[in-house]
Nanobody, 120 residues
Framework: EVQLVESGGGVVQAGGSLRLSCLAS????????IGWFRQAPGKEREGVSC????????YYEDSVKGRFTISSDTAKNTVYLQMNSLKPEDTAVYYC?????????????WGQGTQVTVSS
């Protein structure tokens, strides 16, 4: 029943911006953690950003601090990742992930992923 659907990926030049969207459905709890992971070719999935509704904390991976911003539109049940000043090393498949009770994003549920390619 829990479903996460990402959109917004694409190909951009270095220095450009993209906004990823994650449409969430099927949640029945007030406490949850939701955020974004990414996986580049040959690498394991890396946590990018996570928001914990339970304790109100937000996490950003060091390499994206100051460039990426996680936000949400409650009315639309949508979580966003605004990505600015994109770098080629940001190229990866980006996944929306959620945990229903955790205070961190461990990926209990996953979206299908959306490809982000940043050209130099």
């Amino acid at each position: 029943e829990v479903q996460l659907v990402e959109s917004g990926g694409g190909v951009v030049q270095a220095g450009g911006s993209l906004r990823l969207s994650c449409l969430a459905s099927g949640f029945t709890f007030d406490d949850y953690a939701i955020g974004w992971f990414r996986q580049a070719p040959g690498k394991e999935r890396e946590g990018v950003s996570c928001f914990s509704n339970g304790d109100g904390t937000t996490y950003y991976e060091d390499s994206v601090k100051g460039r990426f911003t996680i936000s949400s539109d409650t009315a639309k049940n949508t979580v966003y990742l605004q990505m600015n000043s994109l770098k080629p090393e940001d190229t990866a498949v980006y996944y929306c992930a959620a945990d229903l009770f955790g205070s961190t994003c461990t990926g209990e549920y996953w979206g299908q992923g959306t490809q982000v390619t940043v050209s130099s």
